[in-house]
């Protein structure tokens, strides 16, 4: 299957501090990319999706200003949860898959916690 | 609107043995996919197997099937022969058929393979 890889996987902060994840695609293109937060012992949680070159779309209840998405190119997509606290501590997931296919992928997944 | 219900408390199996996870959905459009995940504890989510609504065939991948009941809206995963690397958490989602349309998850259900 398709790979994506997803940095860091693991990030510790100070709150009030901005933490930037990275989800590329390694072995194709992707146009549209996915991300997800996830609680413990609980389902994923669609936050925006990512398209290249234009505007992320964000899911409702999610605040666009906290959570900037950035899709440059068509293997990276980045996550800026700004000005992090304790509240934004959970596991975040981005997905992609190849535009001929209906399969998504994910990265590994990135474990924020902001004392 | 599309969703999917995953009811079943946590699942035991022995090892060897096999085990049906059960998934239902709902949705208003007239094509669509199917896909089961595995969650591990590690946190990534492996992609195991996808169903097209037009498919004629139950998908299968290795140990993993999907039996898939159009008529009952059911999309459940067989897995046979368990291994204990089986334990983790698995997911039934839905989407559109569209390439990159976005994945709406059930609540997960939790097996855990006995040796």
């Known amino acids: 299957g398709a790979v994506v890889s997803q940095h860091p996987s693991w990030v510790i902060c100070k709150s009030g501090t901005s933490v930037k994840i990275e989800c590329r695609s390694l072995?194709?293109?992707?146009?549209?990319m996915f991300w997800y937060r996830q609680f413990p012992k609980q389902s994923l949680m669609l936050m925006a999706t990512s398209n290249e070159g234009s505007k992320a779309t964000y899911e409702q209840g999610v605040e666009k200003d906290k959570f900037l998405i950035n899709h440059a190119s068509l293997t990276l997509s980045t996550l800026t949860v700004t000005s992090a606290h304790p509240e934004d501590s959970s596991f975040y997931i981005c997905?992609?898959?190849?535009?001929?296919?209906?399969?998504?992928?994910f990265g590994a997944g990135t474990r924020l916690s902001v004392l | 609107a599309q969703k999917i219900t995953q009811t079943q408390p946590g699942m035991f199996v022995q090892e060897k043995e096999a085990v049906t996870l059960d998934c239902t959905y709902d949705?208003?459009?007239?094509?669509?996919?199917l896909f089961w995940y595995k969650q591990p504890s590690s946190g990534e989510m492996i992609f195991l197997i996808y169903?097209?609504?037009?498919?004629?065939q139950n998908a299968t991948e290795g140990r993993y099937s999907l039996n898939f009941q159009k008529a009952r809206k059911s999309a459940n995963l067989v897995i046979s022969a368990s291994q204990l690397g089986d334990s983790a958490m698995y997911f039934c989602a839905i989407s559109g058929t569209g390439a990159n349309s976005k994945l709406t998850f059930g609540k997960g259900i939790t097996l855990s393979v006995r040796p």
């Open positions: 169903q097209g609504s037009y498919d004629q």
């Open positions: 949705t208003s459009d007239p094509s669509y996919g």
């Open positions: 997905s992609a898959g190849p535009q001929e296919g209906n399969i998504q992928y």
């Open positions: 072995d194709f293109q992707a146009t549209t």
